[in-house]
C-alpha cells in the first residue's frame, strides 16, 4: 500500500506539471525557481536536434510538436500502412499525427495519456486537420485502455522514464501487443547510478532524469514482461542537449537518450509443440498451426492459443476448422483428466469401478438428495 500511494503522489506531480506546460500552449518541463532551464525542454524547434525533419515539423497541427522529446521513435518504428499504433504518453499528438500519415487510412493511431489537459489539447489539434484514423484516449501508460492482442507499434518518446512503476508499463505493453508486436520507445536511461539527491527531486523527476533506470534494469523489465530480441541503443551525442535541462548540475554524466526496441514472439512452448509433431513433408502450414490450436487448448496456453489462432487466420484457415480444432483439444484436456483419475484411484487402492463419493453405484439417487 506504501507503494501504491508513494506512486500516486509521482503521478500527480507529473499530471500537474504537465497540465500546466499544456495549458500555457507550449512553455516546458521546469517548474519556476529550480535550476531546470525553461528554455532548454518544451521547445519545439528543438524537435529538430532530436532527429525530426523540418517536413515533420510542418506536416503537424500547430500546436502538436511540444518540444518534449527525447529522440525519435519513428526512425526505428518502421511503420506500415494498415498497422495500429499506440503512442504511450501522446501529450499535443506530435507522433500521433506523423504515425497516422504512415499507417493510412487502413491503419490507427491511438494516443494515451494521463493528463486531461493534454487529451484535451491533442483532440483540439486533431480537429484542427480533420484526422479521421487518430484517436486520444485518456489514461495511464500502467493501465492502458486498449484491449488485448489489438496493436502492432507501441512508440513513446521520453515519458516511461516518468512512470513510478516501469514494470507495470511494460507488463501492460506486452499485453496490448499482437503477438509479433514492437515496441519502438525513445527514453533516457542512466549510464550511471544517479546521486540520492537527484533521485529525491521532484523537479528532477519531471523533468526526465530521476525516473531514468538504467540499461540492466531496463533489460530485465522487458524481459520479465515477456519481450523478446531487446535492443537498447544509447545515444551518446545526447549529453549535448541534456546538459542544457538543468545546467551546472552535470546530470548530462549520469543520463542519456536511449532507443528501445522489442517484440513481442509466441512463447517458445507453443512453437516447440508444432515443431515436434508431424513435421513431415505430408503436413503443411494450415495443419500445424491446427494442430498447435489443439495442444494450446488442451495444455491451457492462453498466449499460445491467442498466437496459433492469428497464425491459422493469416494462413486463411477458415474459422470452423479452428473451431474444430479447439473441440478436440477440450477432447483431449477431458480425456487426460479422466486418465489421471482413474490413475489417482489405482495409487490409493481404490476399484476402478467404484465410486468415491456419497452415491454408491448401487445406491438409487433421489432428486432430493445430494447423490441427485
Known sequence: ?????????????????????????????????????????????????????????????????????????????????????????????FDCFLAAQQVGQTGYVIGVDMTPEMVSKARANTAKNAHGNVEFRLGEIEHLPVADSSVDVILSNCVVNLSPDKPQVYRDAFRVLRPGGRLAISDVVAVKPLPPQIKASPDAHC??????ATISDLERLLVEAGFA??????????HEFIKDWFPGSGVEEWVRSAEVEAHKTAPPACRSSVATTGEGPNMDAQTKELIAIGASVAGHCQPCLTYHIAEARELGVADDRIQAAIEVGHMVEKGATAAMREFAKRTVGIPTGQAVGCCPDTTAKSSKSCCG
Do not use: F, W
Open 207 to 212: 523533468g526526465c532524469i530521476a525516473g531514468a
Open 229 to 238: 530480441d531487446v535492443q537498447i541503443r544509447v545515444k551518446e551525442e545526447s
Open 1 to 93: 500500500m506504501a507503494d501504491g500511494l508513494a506512486h500516486d503522489v509521482v503521478r500527480e506531480q507529473v499530471r500537474k506539471r504537465y497540465g500546466d506546460i499544456a495549458e500555457k500552449a507550449g512553455g516546458s518541463c521546469c517548474a519556476a525557481n529550480t535550476c531546470c532551464t525553461p528554455d532548454a525542454l518544451g521547445q519545439p524547434d528543438a524537435s529538430v536536434k532530436l532527429g525530426y525533419s523540418e517536413d515533420d515539423l510542418n506536416a503537424v497541427p500547430d500546436g502538436a510538436n511540444m518540444g518534449l522529446g527525447c529522440g525519435n521513435p519513428q526512425a526505428i518504428a518502421a511503420l506500415k500502412a494498415g498497422e495500429t499504433v499506440l503512442d504511450l504518453g501522446s501529450g499535443g499528438g
